[in-house]
Structure formats: C-alpha cells, structure tokens
C-alpha cells in the first residue's frame, strides 16, 4: 500500500469516527420557546420565554431569569453576585428576578 493510500484510508476514517463537532465541544443545545419540553432544564426569562438547556454541564446564558423547572436533570442557577439557586429533578422553583444569571449547571 502506498503512502498516499494510507493517508487516505486513515483521513476517511477520522471522518467516519470524528463527532463533527468537535470545535464545539463545550456548547450545549439550547433553545428558547413557550414552554418547557420534556427532558429538558429551563429557566424563564421576565418575559415568560423559556431557554431550554439539554446535556450536562454549563450552559452560559445571560439575563434575568424569575422561573425554573427540572423537566429532566437537577440543575443549578449561578447568578454573577456569586448566589445561586438549586433545581431538584422533576422540581420547579421561583429564582430571583432582579438577579443577573451567568450560567447555569445541569447534572448527570
């Protein structure tokens, strides 16, 4: 076999067994809607939009946020004054509005 050969066959392979994502590892899928969905951490901004956070780890969100519900995994709400406040899973709790989040921690 040829070099270029086992170049190629190694190069496919990397691409066959790469995740695609990988300058995206630490980013987590979120999204905002009306709603908290199924398996899903939310928190509810003080328009009564929900940010839907999937995966483990932190997601960096930013804003003030007065509702939380553990559709899924427990979860914690850290606010830049360095409070916080903890979701149970399959729990929901009022967080404070006036309060500025900077991320929040889903667990596994």
């Known amino acids: 076999m040829t070099r270029t050969a086992v170049a190629l066959a190694l190069g496919a392979g990397a691409l066959i ?3 695609g994502t990988a300058s995206a ?5 979120q999204y905002v809607t009306y709603k908290c969905d199924a398996g899903r951490a939310c928190v509810y901004d003080t328009s ?3 940010w839907n956070m999937d995966g483990c780890g932190d997601d960096w969100i930013y804003g003030h946020f007065n509702y939380a519900r553990a559709h ?3 979860f914690t709400v850290y606010y830049v004054n360095k409070t916080w406040d903890y979701v149970w899973a399959g729990g ?4 404070d509005g006036n309060n ?3 991320r929040v921690h889903v667990d596994c």
């Open 92 to 95: 929901q709790r009022t967080l």
């Open 25 to 29: 590892v630490d980013v987590h899928p």
């Open 17 to 19: 067994g790469g995740s």
């Open 48 to 50: 009564g939009c929900a």
């Open 72 to 74: 899924g995994n427990s």
């Open 100 to 102: 500025y989040v900077e």
